[in-house]
Nanobody, 127 residues
Framework: QVQLVESGGGSVQAGGSLRLSCIVS????????MAWFRQVPGKEREGVAS????????YYADSVKGRFTISQDIAKNTLYLQMNSLMPEDTAMYYC????????????????????WGQGTQVTVSS
């Protein structure tokens, strides 16, 4: 069983930065992949970025490439999402997710392959 707890959300002006954190318990090495998804009320959840635990390979949605960076600190069992150059359209609830089977770390779609989810942290970007 994997538990995920996000933090780091908040309100920021356009052009600003935030760093989200996700603490993984009991151990991050139980996950094959970790990812960040986001959702706006009334819209489908969308993938933001994913990372493969064993190799550190990263994958990004086109909408965040060049602005967001996903990373992991294995010693701290923590997943991060550094978000720079934030835009109002980045406003959403951000969720940390983990997948403990398979070999791929999908970032497309609504995240149905991921079998563990955090409670979410709200990010609000004002213009």
């Amino acid at each position: 069983q994997v538990q995920l707890v996000e933090s780091g959300g908040g309100s920021v002006q356009a052009g600003g930065s935030l760093r989200l954190s996700c603490i993984v318990s009991p151990y991050a090495d139980r996950a094959i992949c970790m990812a960040w998804f986001r959702q706006v009320p009334g819209k489908e959840r969308e993938g933001v970025a994913s990372i493969k635990y064993s190799s550190g390979a990263t994958y990004y949605a086109d909408s965040v490439k060049g602005r967001f960076t996903i990373s992991q600190d294995i010693a701290k069992n923590t997943l991060y999402l550094q978000m720079n150059s934030l835009m109002p359209e980045d406003t959403a609830m951000y969720y940390c997710a983990a997948l403990d089977y398979g070999t791929v770390c999908p970032v497309e779609g609504a995240g149905s392959p991921y079998n563990y989810w955090g409670q979410g942290t709200q990010v609000t970007v004002s213009s």
